[in-house]
Each structure stands twice: as structure tokens, then as C-alpha cells.
């Protein structure tokens, strides 16, 4: 895709539209796909567990029943007490193995602290697995084999190539080592030939080693872990932001040092 790239302060509300207008793209390739695939006799079905009333949780079950509408894919939600045994939530899950309305299974993280995570992970069948988070699949991603991805890492290794910046042979220091996001971010730029360095809670002078970076990823949840004297890219106090041709939003942020 061709890009243009602009320099300019930081500003949110640049960050955000961009993200809005990317995932917009994504969801009409989306929508393609499943007119395809139906064409073909496949209704694709996505099953949504949630266990328990977790206020974030449920922003993200609405999101994702949302955004199946938008795209032609059928939902279907299994909302179930935060009390429920874990033999009972393992029962369902074999049910919507076994269930061919249902190609993908995503189970609400986090669950509650009597049920074992892992153990639920890996009852779901690993070619159902929307997560990604099956110890199958995450194999599968480590050994460099197709696999289904982890959503939020593969999204990241999406931007990063939209932007145009080559991963092979750059610094890319991704911060946090969760299972969800830094884990498996790591394995898929490495994949793409970056040198990685992973940091986390107990790595001294964090910002000796960001300030290397060439690609920075953090996975940690605070929007104010960084200063900009940890970022190499703040020396002249701008970043640099690749933005496809077709961007439609005009960045409200100043001043704009190059446009090529």
C-alpha cells in the first residue's frame, strides 16, 4: 500500500482515528469473505462465553456481537454466573466443540479464580480457537506453523506493516510478558527476523533499553509509563507516523515538520 509520512506531536485523537479507520477496512474485507464463504454453503458462527458480570467484559462480549453483525458472521452468547463449577463451564465448551453452527469459541478472560484458565483453554478445539490461546496453537505460532493468532499481538504485526517499517534486523523491544500480549508478540516479531528484547516489572533502567528501540511495543496498560526522554524517537520532541494514502482524517496536530 502506498504511504505517506508525516511528522508531527503526539496527539490521541490522530492515534484513535487511525486505529477507526483501519479496523473499518478490515471489517469490509471481512464482510467479502463471508459472502464467500456462505456463497459456498458456510454460515460462519462465533460462540462468546462470559462467566461472571465483569463490567470490561461485557463492554468487550457487546463489541465483538457488534461487530459479527457488521460483518455477516452469527453470535451466539452463553452468559453464565460467575458461581458456575468448572466441570459445568468444561461441559459447555465440549457442547460447542461438537456443535457445527459454531466455528470459533472465544471464553471471556479473566474467569473467575476457582476455574483454571489454562485448563479451559485448552478444552476448546484448537481449529476453534478464536483466542488463540490453546497450548496447541501457541505451539504451532512459537514453531513458526500456521496457526490461529492471538487477536490483539496479530493486530499489532498489522499496523506495524501497514505503517511500511520493516521489522527484519530492527531493535523491537516489546514491554510486558503476559501470555495474552507480550508473550506471543515477541514470537511473531521475531518471526518477521526482528531482534527482540522483551522488558517487564523487574528490568532495570527501563528506559536504557527503550531508548534503543527501533520498534516499540507496550503491553503493559498504563498510557503514562513512558517520558520522553525514554523514547529515542522524542530527541526533536516529534514521532513519526505512517498513514496509508487513503486516510481520511486530517491530523488535528502541529506543526507539520515533512510531508513525502
Known sequence: MPVQTVCFH?????VWNLLNYLAEKMKEEMKTKVVALKEKGISP???????GDNPASQIYVRMKK????TVGIESFEYLRDASIPEEELLSLIDELNADDRIHGILVQLPLPKHIDELKVLERIAPEKDADGF???NVGRMVAGADSLLPCTPAGCMEL?????????GK????????????????????REHGTVTICHS????????????DILIAAVGKVTLFIPCM??????????????????????????ITIS
Do not use: M, W
Request: proline share 6%; charged share 20%.
Open 10 to 14: 503526539v496527539h490521541l485523537q490522530d
Open 45 to 51: 458462527g462465533l460462540a462468546v462465553v462470559l462467566v
Open 66 to 69: 457488534k461487530d459479527c453483525a
Open 134 to 136: 490453546n497450548p496447541i
Open 160 to 168: 506495524i506493516k501497514l505503517s511500511g517499517v520493516e521489522i527484519k
Open 171 to 190: 531493535n523491537c523491544v516489546v514491554v510486558g510478558r503476559s501470555n495474552i500480549v507480550g508473550k506471543p508478540v515477541s514470537i511473531l516479531l521475531l
Open 202 to 213: 523487574r528490568t532495570r533502567d527501563l528506559g536504557a533499553v527503550t531508548r534503543e528501540a
Open 231 to 256: 523514547l529515542s524517537i522524542f530527541s526533536s520532541k516529534s514521532i513519526k507516523v505512517i498513514l496509508p494514502r487513503s486516510f481520511p482524517y486530517e491530523s488535528r496536530c502541529i506543526p507539520v
